[in-house]
T-cell receptor, first 111, second 114 residues
Framework: GQSLEQPSEVTAVEGAIVQINCTYQTSGFYGLSWYQQHDGGAPTFLSYNALDGLEETGRFSSFLSRSDSYGYLLLQELQMKDSASYFCASPRVEAGTALIFGKGTTLSVSS | NAGVTQTPKFQVLKTGQSMTLQCAQDMNHEYMSWYRQDPGMGLRLIHYSVGAGITDQGEVPNGYNVSRSTTEDFPLRLLSAAPSQTSVYFC?????????????FGNGTRLTVT
């Protein structure tokens, strides 16, 4: 089978740093992507890790460790607008780009 | 560019009715897909297409049909609607079928089956 596990909820305050973890079980792992979805909106692409290590894009960073079957999304200098759901995703083994998503982590940022 | 356009935005159906959810993209994307999103379930892949004339099943294909006669359009057909198909449906496309090609999502169709 193929699945991605992530926490259902995370809370933090403005200005803080939060890490959203994603662990996966798959017979043939490719890369790991992250998407953001605001309430009622469409998911939008945040980042993609093809190889082990850290990728940084502004306040957001994403990390991948293939040996540990683990990745995370790191959000720094949190703002209220970062309150959203975050999904990790990886390609379906049988089907190239067809992404399989985790169930999502709801991040609530308070002042 | 409009990106990925889904119609309608909202739809209410009675059990047993059929309908087609429309999806069109104007980015000349090779890959298109349909997901459904239910509370606490994330996004589950229904069907996908790697190019015109080619479609394949995803994780939850039962009760749905698709076709890809053009690069731009990828309609999703509900053959006989059931309450279990009440969901938010997202169409997504990407430039290539490579795993590093980000998905672009439409704004979704909110479907209620009574």
């Amino acid at each position: 089978g193929q699945s991605l596990e992530q926490p259902s909820e995370v809370t933090a305050v403005e200005g803080a740093i939060v890490q959203i973890n994603c662990t996966y079980q798959t017979s043939g792992f490719y890369g790991l992507s992250w998407y953001q979805q605001h309430d009622g909106g469409a998911p939008t692409f945040l980042s993609y890790n093809a190889l082990d290590g850290l990728e940084e894009t502004g306040r957001f960073s994403s990390f991948l460790s293939r040996s540990d079957s683990y990745g995370y999304l790191l959000l720094q200098e949190l703002q209220m607008k970062d309150s959203a759901s975050y999904f990790c995703a990886s390609p379906r083994v049988e089907a190239g780009t067809a992404l399989i998503f985790g169930k999502g982590t709801t991040l609530s940022v308070s002042s | 560019n409009a990106g990925v356009t889904q119609t309608p935005k909202f739809q209410v159906l009675k059990t047993g009715q059929s309908m087609t959810l429309q999806c069109a993209q104007d980015m000349n994307h090779e890959y298109m897909s349909w997901y459904r999103q239910d509370p606490g379930m994330g996004l589950r892949l229904i069907h996908y297409s790697v190019g015109a004339g080619i479609t394949d099943q995803g994780e939850v294909p039962n009760g749905y049909n698709v076709s890809r006669s053009t690069t731009e359009d990828f309609p999703l057909r509900l053959l006989s609607a059931a309450p279990s198909q009440t969901s938010v449906y997202f169409c997504a496309s990407s430039y290539t079928t490579g795993e590093d090609s980000p998905l672009h999502f439409g704004n979704g169709t909110r479907l209620t089956v009574t």
